[in-house]
């Protein structure tokens, strides 16, 4: 088969393999062909997949940044590490990837969103570290302390671009995302990226390249990439939830409803710039693929594709994460491996608390006593492999709401907390602490239309399927009550 072939002639390869890891934040699967898409909104990652293992049902441990890229950098459980959300830091004390690996042969590298902690300084084993976001409230000038500013900041001073005077010496979210190509974000990373690659290209290297979008304002200079009259409504974006539906989730569609998209007009701009900053996105990867590719690195790297979660983009009426909905928690997963030219789809469920341990194996290197989850890279190398059920979570507060919002009655319900297990044969449970639970059979409705939790027919499931929660909360450390 492909894949043991491509394995041996890593493995006999005279150097290490490279990995190299794209990064972006709130990138949803199905804008890429191999997950649906039926327009060429990333036409470099469609290329990618076609030369890629596809892993169809790759899911997050919990769809908010802070944790979600907490157990990708560490291998571990959010509810275990602390990064419960997005105002979390990382432990110092866990290990993260390039600590993992103990292997100084590596030069390493974290270009981009870091959201784990401080933003500005090398950590976690990286030997280089480029920063695109700056501190909550840090004044950007010309005196400013280099300590104090992220890179991309910096980027802009130093080419004369400065905060507006109205917002007080910050280069705020909307300011960013108004500037042409050349100075956005997207193309300094991929620019830095490319530098990494010249600099590094005759040792081994891991390089994270972190992107901040497709991630609200969605707003960038490809607005008008897609024609407006071409964007496509998401089936379920006007049906709203009845009882069944857990409270927090019903209040988010009637808030989002009102201040996002009140109508189809402003849900199809605000669909057409997202789907802007996804192309966007995908020319910088292009071109990164292609520094990739002159410099002769393409026969010895992994190159791997995925997103710290989704996004809901309209559908059921709402946008962003935070909720365990396919579109929130389903994110994409392309793994090529060094001189892979042909698609492998792998349809098992797959978990990124598996991310770590696999790309250690696929670096030659053991397990770590600190992962929670297991290499999978058996996969890849085109091994079958009993499916498993995989768990998610969420554990947080939702920061959508606003008190005017809110009935004052029923804010408990903003603190609810889930735990989620999604079977190899379509079933996927959710239950709460607080709140309704729900269950829905992905495969006879994968737009999680119909609750099936209080349908008597499937108590056997809701029993099976809730015996596996409670066993896996107990092999990881699990408190929540649900």
């Given at each position: ?8 002639q890593?493995?006999?390869?005279a150097?290490k ?8 934040d ?10 649906g ?13 076609s030369q890629s293992s ?8 919990q ?11 560490s291998?571990t459980?959010?509810?275990?590490n602390?990064?419960?959300g997005?105002?979390s830091?990382l432990?110092p004390?866990?290990?993260c990837l ?9 030069h ?9 902690g401080d933003e ?5 084993g990286f ?10 409230g ?9 300590h ?5 900041a ?7 671009i400065?905060?507006?005077a109205?917002e007080h ?7 960013i995302?108004?500037q ?8 300094f990373l991929e620019?830095k ?7 590094h290209?005759?040792?081994?290297f891991i390089l994270?390249v ?10 960038g200079?490809?607005?008008n ?8 409504l998401?089936?379920t974006?006007r ?8 409270e ?11 201040t ?8 199809r701009?605000i ?5 802007g900053?996804v192309?966007e996105v995908?020319r910088?990867i ?11 690195l ?7 594709h ?11 009426g709402?946008?962003?994460k935070?909720?365990?909905f396919e579109?929130?928690?389903r994110?994409?997963y392309?793994?090529r491996?060094?001189?892979q030219?042909?698609?492998?789809t792998i349809?098992q ?5 598996d991310?770590?341990?696999?790309l250690?194996d ?5 397990h770590?006593d ?6 999978r890279?058996?996969?890849l ?5 009993s499916?498993?059920?995989?768990f ?22 903003l603190h609810?907390a889930t ?14 602490d ?11 409705d994968?737009?999680?239309q ?12 809701i029993?099976?399927?809730?015996d596996?929660i409670h ?6 450390s699990?408190?929540?009550?649900v």
């Open positions: 088969m492909l894949m043991p072939r491509l394995r041996a890593s493995i006999q390869s150097r393999p490279n990995l190299l890891v794209f990064l972006p709130q990138f949803r699967a199905d804008v890429l062909a191999c997950y898409s039926r327009h060429a909104f990333a036409p470099n990652l469609d290329k990618l997949a596809i892993f169809s049902r790759a899911y997050i441990t769809p908010v940044c802070t944790p979600s890229r907490s157990s990708l950098l291998g459980w959010p509810h275990w602390g990064c419960i997005n105002s830091v432990n004390r866990l290990l390039p600590e993992l690996l103990v292997d100084n042969d590596y390493t590298g974290y270009l981009g969103k870091w959201h784990l500005f300084r090398a950590q976690h030997n280089e570290w480029l920063s695109i976001i700056d501190s909550k840090t004044k950007v000038t010309d005196t400013s302390e280099a104090e500013i992220s890179d991309y910096k980027f802009l001073l130093a080419h004369g400065k905060p507006k109205s010496g910050i280069f705020s979210k909307g300011f995302s108004r042409p190509v050349e100075f956005s974000r997207v193309k620019t990226a490319c530098e990494f690659l010249d600099r290209a005759r040792e081994p994270f972190a992107f901040y979008e497709p991630h609200p304002p969605y707003n200079p490809l607005n990439e897609h024609p407006l009259d071409q964007i496509e998401e089936p974006f049906e709203f939830f009845g009882p069944d539906i857990p927090r989730y019903r209040q988010r569609q009637l808030v989002q409803a009102k996002i998209a009140p109508d189809t007009n402003s849900y701009k669909k057409q710039r997202y789907l900053l192309t995908d910088s292009g071109g990164v693929l292609t520094k990739l590719d002159q410099l002769g393409d026969q010895n790297t992994i190159v791997v995925t997103a710290d979660h989704g996004d809901m983009m309209g559908a059921h709402l946008f962003g935070c909720v365990l579109e929130s928690a994110v994409p392309l793994v491996m060094p001189g030219n042909r698609a492998c349809t469920p797959v978990s990124h608390i991310f770590v341990p696999t250690l696929l670096l030659g290197k053991t770590h600190q992962c929670a989850g297991a290499s890279a058996a996969l190398q085109g091994e079958s492999k499916a498993e059920t995989i998610l979570q969420w554990n947080g507060k939702d920061n959508v709401f606003k008190k005017s919002h809110m009935m004052p009655a029923n804010d408990a319900v609810e735990r989620a297990a999604i079977t190899p044969d379509g079933w996927k449970l959710c239950l709460r607080i709140d309704k639970n729900e269950l829905y059979n992905l495969t006879n994968p737009r999680e119909h609750n099936l939790y209080n349908d008597a027919k499937y108590k056997d499931v029993a099976r399927l809730t596996e066993r896996w909360q107990e092999r990881h699990d408190t929540l009550k």
